[in-house]
């Protein structure tokens, strides 16, 4: 099993480091091979996404990805910017599947600025449409064509667009997920979000996602624009299951829940591509303003690390052990900053990856 291991910017590179050792542990035969991507690879190669990063990439069975992106890279014109890194990635490989669950832990019910009754027991799942929509919409530039910046452009423009094999998968995977989670004792709903009351777009999507959903009589559809969605989010986040909605939308909300667990470094996420082939990553980006300091959170990465094993390697009893240890160093009381709460232990990225080895049994 071979893993391509692309720590990128920022804390990209402590939480991999965390991660890599949680893996090294487990003592399964895996092949790891590292390379530079995002603002480093610009640094050294001259390019976010260098063919060879690509090529290692395309190679192996999974992707462990930390995170891309500085400030100091602004000023670049688009195409050479860190997050053209993950976008290429996404594209070249097809990962058009994200899923982005969001767990509240019991330990960590206190951390949300959610009120405790609204948040415990969570676990609702948001699949997130990945290589379609506005991101990769075609005209897309501006009208006074320069590179770099806009000093005087009198227009810029991107393109909304889904076509209906786009949407038919994803949806696929929607319901087979709220079907999976069913057997598991879930509600066996798939809410999709759209826009449709004035998007035409969406109101495709919405049509589409509707006789997709006729293949699953076990499973209940329902529909919600993405404001509304916004809103319920943090008004009653646990009357939703599974999440399905466009690249766009899906990129707003799932920051919004991820939150909803107390901090969005506790976030892993899988991106999928039909061959089962994955790039996992924390559900935060890179952080450069706590870069280097040795305090971010490494479980997010750890826990992406598990969702590998899970979906790509066909590891689950790896997995769950993984899961299972990070559970109990939460239960320990061990918190880096972003979750600590008095009465809890303060502990560094370094440590909580150590703690989550010990933790492994
Ligand atoms: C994410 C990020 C990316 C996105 C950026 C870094 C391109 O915000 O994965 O959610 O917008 O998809
Ligand atoms: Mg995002």
């Given at each position: 099993?071979?893993?391509?291991?692309?720590?990128?910017?920022?804390i990209g590179t402590?939480?991999?480091?965390?991660?890599?050792?949680?893996?090294?542990?487990?003592?399964?035969?895996?092949?790891?091979?590292?390379?530079?991507?995002?603002?480093?690879?610009?640094?050294?190669?001259?390019?976010?996404?260098?063919?060879?990063?690509?090529?290692?990439?395309?190679?192996?069975?999974?992707?462990?990805?930390?995170?891309?992106?500085?400030?100091?890279?602004?000023?670049?014109?688009?195409?050479?910017?860190?997050?053209?890194?993950?976008?290429?990635?996404?594209?070249?490989?097809?990962?058009?599947?994200?899923?982005?669950?969001?767990?509240?832990?019991?330990?960590?019910?206190?951390?949300?600025?959610?009120?405790?009754?609204?948040?415990?027991?969570?676990?609702?799942?948001?699949?997130?449409?990945?290589?379609?929509?506005?991101?990769?919409?075609?005209?897309?530039?501006?009208?006074?064509?320069?590179?770099?910046?806009?000093?005087?452009?009198?227009?810029?423009?991107?393109?909304?667009?889904?076509?209906?094999?786009?949407?038919?998968?994803?949806?696929?995977?929607?319901?087979?997920?709220?079907?999976?989670?069913?057997?598991?004792?879930?509600?066996?709903?798939?809410?999709?979000?759209?826009?449709?009351?004035?998007?035409?777009?969406?109101?495709?999507?919405?049509?589409?996602?509707?006789?997709?959903?006729?293949?699953?009589?076990?499973?209940?559809?329902?529909?919600?624009?993405?404001?509304?969605?916004?809103?319920?989010?943090?008004?009653?986040?646990?009357?939703?299951?599974?999440?399905?909605?466009?690249?766009?939308?899906?990129?707003?909300?799932?920051?919004?829940?991820?939150m909803l667990t107390?901090?969005?470094?506790?976030?892993?996420?899988?991106?999928?591509?039909?061959?089962?082939?994955?790039?996992?990553?924390?559900?935060?980006?890179?952080?450069?303003?706590?870069?280097?300091?040795?305090?971010?959170?490494?479980?997010?990465?750890?826990?992406?690390?598990?969702?590998?094993?899970?979906?790509?390697?066909?590891?689950?009893?790896?997995?769950?052990?993984?899961?299972?240890?990070?559970?109990?160093?939460?239960?320990?009381?061990?918190?880096?900053?972003?979750?600590?709460?008095?009465?809890?232990?303060?502990?560094?990225?370094?440590?909580?990856?150590?703690?989550?080895?010990?933790?492994?049994?």
């Amino acid at each position: 099993m071979k893993i391509a291991i692309l720590p990128g910017d920022g804390i990209g590179t402590e939480i991999v480091a965390e991660a890599i050792k949680v893996l090294q542990a487990l003592d399964l035969s895996l092949t790891m091979e590292t390379a530079p991507v995002g603002g480093a690879a610009y640094e050294s190669h001259g390019h976010p996404l260098p063919e060879s990063t690509l090529q290692l990439a395309k190679d192996a069975d999974a992707i462990l990805f930390g995170a891309v992106g500085d400030w100091k890279y602004d000023t670049l014109e688009r195409s050479l910017r860190p997050e053209q890194a993950i976008l290429g990635l996404r594209k070249h490989l097809g990962l058009f599947a994200n899923f982005r669950p969001a767990i509240c832990y019991e330990q960590l019910v206190n951390a949300s600025s959610l009120k405790p009754e609204l948040i415990s027991g969570l676990d609702i799942l948001i699949i997130r449409e990945l290589t379609g929509d506005i991101y990769f919409g075609q005209p897309r530039g501006r009208r006074t064509a320069t590179d770099g910046h806009f000093p005087g452009a009198e227009e810029a423009f991107d393109t909304m667009r889904y076509s209906r094999p786009e949407i038919e998968r994803i949806a696929h995977v929607a319901f087979q997920a709220a079907r999976t989670r069913k057997a598991a004792g879930s509600e066996g709903r798939v809410t999709s979000v759209d826009k449709a009351n004035v998007l035409e777009t969406f109101q495709f999507w919405k049509d589409v996602v509707t006789e997709v959903g006729q293949s699953y009589p076990d499973i209940a559809l329902d529909h919600m624009y993405v404001d509304n969605a916004a809103m319920q989010l943090v008004k009653q986040p646990k009357r939703f299951d599974v999440v399905v909605t466009g690249n766009m939308f899906g990129d707003i909300l799932s920051d919004e829940a991820s939150m909803l667990t107390g901090s969005i470094g506790m976030l892993p996420s899988a991106s999928l591509n039909s061959r089962n082939q994955g790039l996992y990553e924390p559900s935060h980006g890179s952080a450069p303003d706590i870069a280097g300091q040795g305090i971010a959170n490494p479980l997010a990465t750890i826990l992406s690390a598990a969702m590998m094993l899970r979906f790509s390697l066909q590891q689950p009893e790896a997995a769950a052990r993984i899961e299972k240890a990070v559970d109990t160093v939460l239960s320990q009381g061990l918190r880096t900053p972003d979750i600590y709460s008095a009465g809890t232990t303060k502990v560094s990225t370094r440590e909580m990856g150590d703690a989550v080895v010990k933790a492994l049994g």
